[in-house]
């Protein structure tokens, strides 16, 4: 599972679809999570982000399932700008003496 954004809310890279009873045992996401949430391909209604889950003994044996797509926006803007993109380096050619 990709983390983009390392736990900062900035994406939805590390989205995740719980078990009804694992989501009702945590706490109401945050309209942070929501918002990022709400740009996550396959949302559900027991969508979270991975890491706003805070791990407990009460969720010990919990089972995820990760969505079949993921849009990692940070890398499609990347990707997007032509003047990043490297280019190649030419060879070190022997100068003749």
């Known amino acids: 599972m990709e983390g983009a954004c ?4 900035a ?7 719980l ?3 694992i989501y009702d045992k945590l706490e109401e996401p945050t309209d ?3 918002d990022m949430l709400d740009l996550a391909p396959g949302l559900t209604e027991t969508s979270r982000l991975g ?3 805070i791990m407990s003994k009460d969720l ?3 089972v995820v399932t990760l969505p079949n797509a993921t849009r990692n926006v940070q ?3 990347f990707a997007e700008r032509p003047s990043h993109q490297q280019q190649p380096q030419p ?6 003496q």
């Open 6 to 9: 390392e736990g900062s809310l």
């Open 11 to 17: 994406c939805s890279t590390c989205h995740v679809i």
């Open 19 to 21: 078990e009804d009873e």
């Open 32 to 34: 942070e999570e929501n």
């Open 51 to 53: 890491c706003q889950v």
């Open 60 to 62: 010990d044996g919990m």
């Open 75 to 77: 890398s499609e803007r």
């Open 91 to 96: 060879s070190a050619q022997p100068q003749p």
